[in-house]
């Protein structure tokens, strides 16, 4: 039998190993990565969710909105900046505030008040690319929680799905899935209630936490 050259077996072992903690580190983050979201380092401290009255807790009481059971989740302060109403245009107007909170991440929740309102498609696109951009550039990283709108067909998914693709921004798709027609979860045709809200939070959550824990791995932070 010939005998194979310690150096060598030590070598492909090495390669072995490196392979496999590769594998666990992939199975471990889900298979997912966040290489392509830009401030992935982010030095700024607040998470802050932008949006409308899905955003603000229309339909539950104080403290049962998404933003407050992400915080519960994360175990992380969360500020809540959800304005019902609000259409996208009318979300840049409010960015100004957004930024004083110098934010390490912005969850933008919006769209909603655009579809009801008939506001064209490229008019939403070019506003919620406006925010993405002016939140990259104070130094977030950003989220864009995508839902299902339109009468017959999907008309805004790919429109968060190309703007978080153009931009480096987190796509969290369908956030909504199954819960506004579930008559347990609403309160009504197009808010949540308590049970809703918790829901949401909850996926949002599942979502983050893997990316904040890589984040906090590139920037040596503890918490994630």
Known sequence: MKRVPIAAVTKNFSILAKYILLLLFSV?????????????????????????????????????????????????PVVNHGRRGDTTAQALTRLPEILEANPRLVVVFLGGNDFLR?????????????????????GAMVVIAGMRLGI??????????????????YYIPQVMQGILNEPRLKSDQIHPNAAGYRL?????????????READRLTGRHGF
């Open 28 to 76: 471990s983050c889900g298979g997912e990565r966040f290489d392509h979201v830009r401030n992935l380092t982010s030095p700024n401290e607040v998470i802050v969710c932008l949006g409308d009255s899905l955003t603000e807790g229309v339909g539950a009481d104080s403290g049962q909105d998404y933003p407050s059971v992400l915080s519960s989740e994360l175990a992380f």
């Open 118 to 138: 008939q506001v064209p498609r490229s008019e939403t696109k070019k506003n919620l690319a406006e925010l993405v951009r002016r939140l990259q550039a104070h």
């Open 152 to 169: 017959f067909t999907d008309e805004f998914s790919p429109i968060y799905e190309a703007t978080a693709t153009q931009l480096g921004a």
């Open 200 to 212: 949401l939070g909850q996926r949002i959550a599942e979502k983050l936490k893997p990316l904040l």
